[in-house]
């Protein structure tokens, strides 16, 4: 089958995270996040892996860019560590932190890729979380002085600015199951994150607008579509509540001024007058990450999914059908601004052999997952990138460094690279891309 064709000025790049790869957790000046509390506190993650080294971007990250320019990428998703550039959160500037994401910046242009910033992928300062965190609503306006420094210091190089990346997983997997920093398992504390992350972006943005950052602003949110299993009334009902907590409690704040209702769905924040004003300030551009899809059984036990592409090493279905009718979906039901798919890939259990990885897995995948994208701007969605998460291997979380989503294969032990096979389809995918456009 011949490629599908996306536009001749689309941004093809990978995805990062600072506490997911920088590693020189105590260097420069940087203060401890939540996620450095968090990982060293025993049993929190799998074997007590933590950030401390990662993959050692902080020192490598000129080899890293010439990978990626190697790879014939013409851009990259990074986000900034705000306690690596506001140790406590608020007050002091780190001088060596901000120099950092500076020469950071300054080092992909010089490689021809395009930097997109994001501001907050989840290493909140642990000082702020010691005054209630994202639970308390002074941390959005400690967010909105952040911003606007960072705004103003990288708008004029950087091609988009992010505020939150997935803001569901901050509020959910870090104040409802526990599974993230804090660690918080209140339910009704996590609706009132989701509230104050959704607040701090809407006057992240009004004001670095106010400002004069030039660079495009929007926001990251982690969406799948919600399949029922049957087209039963109860399965279509729990269908309903789930893409509701998933999705629309992002959109339609964002997007229609208000929190979805669903039948089952009861815990709401507390609101303050005029907040849904803050929230829904334009966006330049709206950041998609899809993985896979929600499937819900109200069956018991639930009917399973029939994971006709298999599953990930996370266990998550492939199906990239998926991203086509999220992003179909949602253009249907909002009034859109331009998308980038700012993460999407897979975890899979690669090993390197002779200097190889054959990850054949991952190839199907996002050929699956760019595919599924063509066919959605066939159908009209703007979307003017993919970003594939990520560029190495890295620290994954609660799920420590067990579990491999890179392009690029990385041992901890001597942080040495190795380019996957995925690593060259993807250069090829995209060099063909280029060709056909004459370029
Ligand atoms: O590694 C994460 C990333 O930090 C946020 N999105 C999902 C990825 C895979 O779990």
Redesign the pocket.
Known sequence: MTDPRFPSDFHWGVAT?SY?IEGAAAEDGRGPSIWDTFAHTPGKTVNGDHGDVACDHYHRYPQDFDLIAGLGLNAYRFSIAWPRVQPQGKGAWNAKGLAFYDRLVDALLERGITPHATLY?WDLPQALQDEGGWLNRDTALRFTDYAVTMGVRLGDRVAAICTH??PWCTAHLGHHSGKFAPGLKDPQAAVQVAHHLLLSHGLALQAMRAAGVKAPLGIVL?QSPAVPATDRATDLALAEREYALFVRWFMDPLFLKRYPTASGVHLYPQVRENDFDAIAQPLDFLGI?Y?TRIWVSSEEPPRPAPRMDGVTDMGWEVYPQGLADLLTGIHREYKLPPIYIT?NGMANADTLVEGKVHDAQRIAYLKGHLEALSRAIAAGVDVRGFFY?SLLDNY??DSGYDKR?GLVHVDYATQQRTLKDSAHWYREFVARQRAAHGA
Do not use: D, G, L, R
Request: glycine share 0%; net charge negative; aromatic share 30%.
């Open positions: 995270s997911q992928h990346n997935e982690n990450n993985y993460e998460w994954e979380w989503f």
